[in-house]
C-alpha cells in the first residue's frame, strides 16, 4: 500500500522529468515522465505524442541500460532518472514492416519440412505391405 501513496507523492510533488528516447533510426524525442509512472503508461504516452501508427503501445519495448522495461515495474524502480535516455523498439507483431518478412519466412521454411516428412512415411504407410508383396517374387 505504501507504494501507491508514494506514488501520489511524488505526483504531488510535480515529479515530472524529462527523459529522451531514442529510436533506432537514430532519431530522438522527449517525453515528460513520472518516476511513479509505470513503463506500460509511458508506452501509452509515446504512442499518443508520436502517434499510434509509429508506436503502437502494445508493440514498444522500452529498453534502458541494455534491459527490457517490463510493462507492470515503474520508472523508478528501473533506476531511470532525470535526463536519461531508454532506446524504443517495436516489436513485429502484425508483419506490416519491413522487417517482419525476413523474421516470418524462416518458421515457415522450417515448417513444411518437418510437416511433410512425417506426412510422406504416414501415407504410404499403407501402400507398403503391397510394394513388398510384389517385390518378393520379383527376384525369382
Known sequence: SNSSSAAT???ARGGEM???VKTLKGSKFEIEVNPA??????KKLIESSQGQNVYPADQQMLIYQG???KDETTLEENKVVEN????????????????????????SNQAPPTQTVPATPA????????PQAVAAPAPM
Open 18 to 20: 524529462k527523459v529522451s
Open 9 to 11: 507523492d511524488a505526483r
Open 84 to 107: 536519461n535516455f531508454l532506446v524504443i523498439m517495436l516489436r513485429q507483431n502484425k508483419g506490416s514492416s519491413s522487417a517482419a518478412p525476413s523474421k516470418s519466412k524462416e518458421p
Open 123 to 130: 501415407s504410404q504407410a499403407p501402400a507398403t505391405p503391397a
Open 37 to 42: 509512472d509505470k513503463v506500460s503508461d509511458v
Open 67 to 69: 534491459t527490457v522495461l
